[in-house]
């Protein structure tokens, strides 16, 4: 079945530039895999577990990380 939105996680990214941290950075401090950055880096789902995680070490909320976006915008 093909899905109908996507994740866009530009925000989280330019969060990371902001606070002049690296996607390693995230990753070490959240406890996260490779594989997870890269799947966000995809705009692919990612659990929601792994959201707060993130959300925790930059002291935001999930609104301020990651954007469902409909397919076709």
């Not at 996507?6 to 959240?30: E, G, M, R, T, V």
Request: hydrophobic share 40%; aromatic share 6%.
């Amino acid at each position: 079945m093909e899905e109908l939105y996507h994740f866009s996680y530009d925000k989280l990214w330019h969060k990371l530039i902001d606070l002049k941290f690296k996607k390693k950075d995230l990753q070490d401090q959240a406890k996260l895999s490779s594989s997870v950055i890269a799947k966000m880096g995809r705009g692919e789902s990612v659990n929601l577990v792994t959201i707060a995680k993130i959300c925790i070490v930059l002291n935001c909320e999930i609104s301020d990380v990651v954007d469902i976006v409909p397919k076709g915008v």
